[in-house]
């Protein structure tokens, strides 16, 4: 039986302009740019992503992806684009195999802190958990809430 609620808690204005900035660089670079842009997003967009309440955030680089990338496309060349489909499911699997549950060290991946004052949210800085207004201790992980 399934079990388990997924959350996506990004908003759409902040995603264009991530995309904006990224592919502003990516041809000011002329492409150079570009694996750590693909990184950039795909940080974002699973520091977006809750699994019953806890956040996720990704750790891969650009310069990781571009090594996947450059793997990828020379074995798909020398193949004769065979290898594509392969080289695809290697590029997931390294943005998944870089995909953790966010540690309390890990605050800049929890929560959007400027977002949250705006709105008068409050996330509790251990484990990235949604806190109720009054709240002293986080429900999630019992840490005190400095506030």
């Not at 041809?27 to 019953?52: C, E, M, N, Y």
Request: hydrophobic share 45%.
């Amino acid at each position: 039986m399934a079990h388990g609620k997924f959350e996506f808690i990004g908003k759409g204005s902040q995603y264009l302009w991530l995309l904006i900035w990224t592919t502003v660089l990516t041809i000011l670079t002329v492409g150079i740019f570009g694996p750590w842009a693909i990184a950039a997003q795909i940080r974002w967009l699973v520091s977006h992503i809750k699994i019953d309440g806890k956040q996720l955030c990704f750790k891969g680089s650009g310069g990781g992806y571009f090594a996947n990338w450059l793997l990828m496309m020379f074995l798909t060349i020398i193949t004769l684009g065979i290898y594509l489909p392969w080289g695809i499911v290697r590029l997931v699997r390294w943005i998944v195999s870089n995909t953790y549950f966010a540690d309390p060290g890990d605050v800049e991946y929890l929560v959007d802190i400027k977002e949250a004052k705006k709105n008068n949210v409050l996330y509790c800085l251990h484990c990235g958990a949604q806190l109720l207004p009054d709240t002293l201790f986080c429900e999630q992980c019992g840490t005190k809430v400095e506030k």
